[in-house]
């Protein structure tokens, strides 16, 4: 890649060891409930756990049958029943339902739930209100970390950002505190920690309690500093459309759990799944860079392939042997590899073109610099009236209103109440309900008619954002005319083609470079204040001497996107820091708006 | 912001956005073709012997699996105690200190002790187990202990705290140690001993643990003390009653409930919204009733050659208007299911009806009611064609319609913009467009150039042909 990096990086901490543990302590449960047993999974979990563990595991520790849960009566002939679950009381209630069949038809079997991370009492009380309470026992398996690569790692709990931004409920507050327990326990002690936000604070607070509850040997430290922030403090750079290749697949093909899944427009054969990260080494190379880039190098690659395949040519039997033993094989799989990301490629370029992506794309760079906002508007509004896709245009009203702190709204009427309502009606072929779901929220993205509430998904934070005077005082929008050259990226604004520099990533670097928010006292009340920088009572002495102090953790409270990973990536390799991201949940724009839909009650 | 409008063409041509485009196959993309084929070319060799390759999925962590034993040791070894944790600074988590001295119980009898959510690996030994037994035989626990203990996952009670006070100093503890799982579990202990009237009353000054509760009762789906709750903090909206009516699926009891929700006390916005909402299921019974028999007769000649999809009812407004402008287009606007009148009644924007109506008429090849539809007669009665649309979108509606090039042509010689025009003439292949723009703009050099692209011996060849060998034609 052409980025000067610097050559002084620290390495990484290895995090398989959280995936030997989490995978250890699920055999250990399972152990707890002898003989053979059929285990019932939660959909949601069925990724995480591949990633961890496979069916021989499973099946070395007396599982006989797997079946995905599905609220609906059970076939299962099994005398003992295992159910691997998130801590909702949905399932729990089917559960409860599962049971109480089991006895009015007078059959006896063995329940044994597990939930991870942990259970919740809520999910307790149902099961004593449905009189199950006793006839099953409960455990937890603390699995809060999967690595999904060597510097990503996932809670793997996308309703995190609906339940604690939206809906106001702290319940993962504490799983967030002991994620981040476990992670300093095995990779600490940590020795400064910074954060935004208040759910940042309050998982700060849990953390910090629970190492005071506990005890721990001393270690040399392998990450020195934590940087924990509130997805809520940064709502603009996850809503605009992702142009950095990785950020682009997730948001095209949908990344799950570190694997997408390539159909037949990008293979032209059948569908393959393909896990994504730094082991492919095609990937790993153009993940992070500007889409506009990615052909060249591809092209460049299979022509190296090419001429690699082509010193066979001319040799002799003994030079053919060592070729095949030695080199066929690497050349085989990144030919696959090569393949694979071209279709891909190719597959983005002709959706995109469909969809008029370069329109888009120039409309949100307008809303990020500020002026144009009546083309925008207009342009949306067209979306809208065209009924393009709902939710891109409500990411572009969010846009518009986070951006333009609803300014316009009072004013200009061109976005009208009735457009609203037809916004609200959007989609067409799901059944009726949609309707009326969306038109309350319509109806209450109406009401809100002050500034940044247009977005009433966000009401929660009940605060106006102050984009445009982030973006002045923080230099987010570089100066329009200027060359910006995508090839070689000046700063991490390369990852929205030169037009924004992520205001969380931007928070991140400057905080670190004054250790602290000296100096950022402006920027702190247009983000609402709650920002803190502490010292542990080892910090100040240990300071420098290690590399540990340049492992920087940054634990994202309500996901991240791939471009602010990708952004990440640039500044370590800039100031020579090693970033590890810990997020709730891999998140880009659709699913940050999905998840705040009603649809789903 | 002001910009020059020099400014803004500037910035719009500047290089940064220029570098990249998905619109034209620019060079990168046949680069990129290129390389694929150079690609595929190989891959024949390399499928020679392509079995043993698990191409379905690259594993990462090529780690050894680790035994349990290995896991246990670790566990051990993390439970030696040896020297503290550096400790951190506690930071304040803007929530009001709780002042400790009503609380009636002594701080120094804070449990404490092995954790059970404190270690990842939490082994319950029968040790521990017993020994928390035994503390809980004789447990005093006061609000701010107890919220600890159920935070640590530890043993607790919470049936002897039966005084209102000890309740709210309960809940106001868990509140303030922001662990929402330990608020739930008190709210489900106030839902259960206190009547709703104090538990909701109390909760009025308490908006965090409010929240938990409107969440809980959410997912327990206990619509009727979520009702109840909701209605007595005046936060009835769309919202609330939204959920109450999604269950009902009958479209007539649908309607009644909608209409009896018109007396709610809505604000002025919403109640807006329920109307509509109650006069647009209304309208769609009538027509859903009257269509349905119209297409069982078999004598309405478009619902036999177009026969219906779906019933109407339910489906949002804009999915009505187009079916409308699909099967009722005609009809005067007096009839309900005229779609004028539907425009009328909820007052559409006419980009809107605009944009719904070219798309139905289009899908029917009706052109001549598309051709109307941009019709507009001026003070001296000449006719001209006018959109509340770019043309250039116009064209893009009609082509996904699958209109023949006659009809798109009328419509791309009406975009303003010279180049414009032409690249979607070109696309539409709408040769006469490009050769009168061609000429227009007196460039031999492009005309002769489109030569090429136009059929051998078609008329457009010709008309090029005239064009270029006219001698009285002024060239650039």
Redesign the interface.
């Known amino acids: 890649m052409a980025h000067s990096a610097r050559r002084d990086s620290p390495e990484l901490p290895d995090f398989s060891l959280l995936k030997r543990l989490a995978r250890d302590q699920l055999v250990y449960l399972l152990e707890q409930l002898p003989g053979k047993k059929d285990l019932f999974i939660e959909a949601d979990l069925m990724s995480p756990l591949d990633r961890i563990a496979n069916v021989s595991t499973l099946k070395e520790h007396e599982v006989d049958k797997l079946y995905k849960v599905e609220y609906k009566p059970i076939t299962s002939t099994s005398d003992q029943l295992c159910f691997l679950i998130r801590p909702r009381i949905k399932t729990v209630k089917w559960i409860c339902d599962v049971a109480n069949a089991d006895k009015a038809t007078g059959k006896f079997r063995r329940y044994k739930i597990i939930f991870t991370p942990q259970k919740f009492y809520a999910c307790e009380a149902v099961l004593e209100e449905q009189g199950i309470f006793g006839d099953v026992t409960t455990d937890e398996w603390a699995f809060y970390l999967l690595p999904l690569d060597d510097d990503i790692i996932s809670l793997e709990l996308p309703e995190f950002f609906r339940d604690n931004f939206l809906a106001g409920d702290q319940r993962w507050v504490r799983t967030a505190g002991s994620a981040l327990h476990l992670l300093h326990s095995l990779y600490g002690p940590f020795s400064k920690v910074y954060g935004i936000g208040r759910c940042s604070k309050m998982a700060y607070e849990s953390w910090r309690e629970q190492v005071a509850e506990g005890e721990q040997r001393t270690r040399q430290a392998e990450i020195g500093r934590v940087f924990l922030i509130d997805r809520d403090v940064d709502f603009v750079t996850p809503l605009c459309s992702q142009v950095v290749y990785e950020g682009l697949v997730d948001d095209i093909f949908r990344i799950k759990c570190g694997c997408v899944e390539f159909g037949p427009d990008v293979t032209s054969d059948k569908s393959v799944k393909v896990m994504l990260n730094s082991q492919d080494k095609v990937f790993n190379e153009i993940r992070n860079e500007h889409f506009s880039n990615v052909f060249g190098f591809l092209s460049q690659k299979a022509r190296n392939l090419q001429t690699a395949y082509d010193k066979r040519r001319g040799m002799d039997i003994k030079q053919m042997k060592t070729f095949v033993s030695e080199e066929l094989k690497g050349l085989k799989q990144e030919h696959r590899l090569l393949s694979l990301h071209i279709g891909a490629s190719e597959s983005i370029m002709k959706k995109k073109t469909k969809q008029d992506f370069q329109e888009l794309l120039k409309t949100e760079h307008s809303l990020l610099e500020g002026f144009e906002i009546r083309e925008c508007i207009s342009f949306i509004e067209e979306h809208i009236n065209r009924q393009v896709s709902m939710i891109q245009s409500l990411r572009l009203l969010c846009l518009l209103s986070i951006t333009e702190n609803g300014k316009f709204y009072g004013v200009d009427h061109l976005l009208t109440f009735a457009n609203l309502r037809h916004l609200g009606l959007l989609v067409e072929q799901q059944p009726g309900e949609t309707l009326t779901v969306m038109e309350s929220k319509v109806g209450k993205l109406v009401n809100d008619k002050t500034a940044g509430k247009l977005t009433d998904a966000f009401s929660s934070l009940a605060r106006k954002s102050n984009f445009r005077a982030l973006s002045r005082r923080l230099n987010l929008v570089p100066k329009s005319g200027e060359e910006y050259d995508l090839r070689v990226p000046r700063d991490m604004a390369y990852i929205f083609s030169g037009a924004y520099v992520p205001l969380s990533c931007k928070l991140i670097e400057q905080v670190l470079e004054r250790d602290g928010w000296t100096g950022l006292e402006e920027v702190t009340k247009l983000l609402n204040g709650n920002e803190f920088a502490v010292t542990g009572s080892n910090g100040a002495d240990s300071k420098a001497k290690n590399d540990a102090q340049r492992i920087i953790l940054v634990m994202f409270l309500g996901g991240c996107t791939f471009s602010e990973i990708s952004a990440l990536r640039f500044l370590g390799r800039e100031k020579g820091y090693k970033f590890i991201v810990v997020a709730t949940a891999i998140t880009n724009s659709s699913r940050l708006l999905e998840s705040l839909l009603d649809n789903h009650v | 912001?002001m910009?020059s409008k020099a400014?803004?063409e500037?910035?719009?041509n500047?290089?940064?956005?220029k570098?990249?485009?998905?619109?034209d196959e620019d060079d990168?993309?046949s680069?990129?073709?290129?390389?694929?084929q150079?690609?595929?070319s190989?891959?024949r060799?390399?499928e020679e012997d392509?079995d043993e390759?698990d191409?379905?999925?690259?594993?990462?962590?090529g780690?050894p699996?680790?035994?349990?034993s290995?896991?246990v040791r670790?566990t051990a070894?993390?439970n030696?105690?040896?020297?503290?944790?550096?400790?951190?600074?506690?930071?304040n988590?803007?929530t009001p200190t709780l002042s400790k001295s009503n609380s009636g119980y002594s701080l120094s009898s804070l449990f404490?002790g092995k954790?059970k959510?404190?270690?990842?690996?939490?082994?319950n030994d029968c040790e521990s187990e017993l020994h928390c037994m035994n503390e809980w035989m004789n447990d005093d626990w006061s609000p701010e202990e107890t919220i600890q203990r159920?935070?640590?996952g530890k043993a607790f009670s919470l049936e002897k705290f039966r005084s209102l006070q000890d309740k709210l100093l309960l809940l106001d503890f868990a509140v303030s140690a922001?662990?929402?799982?330990?608020?739930?579990?008190v709210l489900?202990y106030l839902k259960r001993t206190l009547g709703k009237e104090v538990l909701f009353r109390e909760l009025e000054s308490r908006?965090?643990a409010l929240?938990?509760l409107?969440?809980?009762l959410?997912?327990?789906r206990d619509q009727r003390l979520l009702l109840e709750l909701l209605r007595s903090l005046c936060r009835t909206?769309?919202?609330t009653t939204?959920?109450e009516?999604?269950s009902i699926t009958d479209e007539n009891k649908r309607r009644d409930f909608l209409k009896s929700c018109l007396s709610l006390p809505f604000?002025p916005?919403?109640s807006a919204?329920v109307q509509?909402?109650f006069t647009l299921l209304e309208r769609q019974i009538i027509i859903e009733a009257t269509d349905r028999q119209a297409e069982r007769g078999g004598k309405v000649e478009i619902f036999q050659k177009f026969p219906r999809r779906a019933s109407i009812?339910?489906?949002?407004?804009?999915?009505t208007l187009y079916y409308c402008c699909f099967y009722h287009y005609t009809e005067p606007e007096g009839t309900y299911s005229s779609s004028l009148n539907i425009r009328q009644t909820?007052?559409?924007?006419e980009?809107?009806y605009f944009?719904?109506a070219l798309a139905a008429r289009a899908k029917l090849k009706a052109w001549s009611d598309v051709d109307a539809l941009f019709t507009s007669r001026n003070w001296l009665g000449f006719t001209r064609k006018k959109s509340p649309?770019s043309f250039q979108?116009v064209v893009d509606?009609l082509q996904k319609n699958s209109a023949p090039t006659q009809v798109l042509q009328d419509y791309v010689a009406l975009v303003d913009d010279a180049e414009l025009r032409i690249s979607l003439a070109q696309k539409h292949k709408c040769h006469d467009i490009v050769i009168n723009t061609y000429r227009d703009l007196k460039d031999r050099q492009l005309l002769l150039g489109y030569r090429g692209k136009v059929e051998r011996g078609s008329a457009e060849e010709r008309k090029i042909d005239e064009l270029l060998n006219n001698p009285r034609r002024r060239w650039k």
Not at chain 2, 14 to 17: G, L, V
Not at chain 2, 65 to 68: K, L, P, Y
Not at chain 2, 313 to 319: A, F, G, Q, R, Y
């Open positions: 912001m910009k400014d803004e500037d910035y719009w500047s290089s940064k956005f570098a990249f485009t998905f619109d990168e993309f680069r990129l073709k290129e390389s694929k150079a690609v595929n190989i891959r060799l390399v392509d390759d191409v379905e999925k690259v594993s990462w962590s780690e699996v680790g035994s349990i290995w896991s670790e070894a993390s030696q105690r040896t020297d503290r944790e550096p400790t951190f600074p506690k930071i988590t803007d404490k954790t959510g404190g270690n990842f690996q939490s082994f159920m935070q640590q922001h662990d929402g799982n330990v608020i739930t579990a489900i908006q965090t929240r938990h409107i969440q809980y959410t997912e327990t909206g769309p919202c939204g959920r009516h999604l604000s916005e919403d919204h509509d909402h009812l339910n489906m949002p407004l804009v999915t909820f007052k559409i924007s980009k809107q944009v719904t649309l979108r509606i």
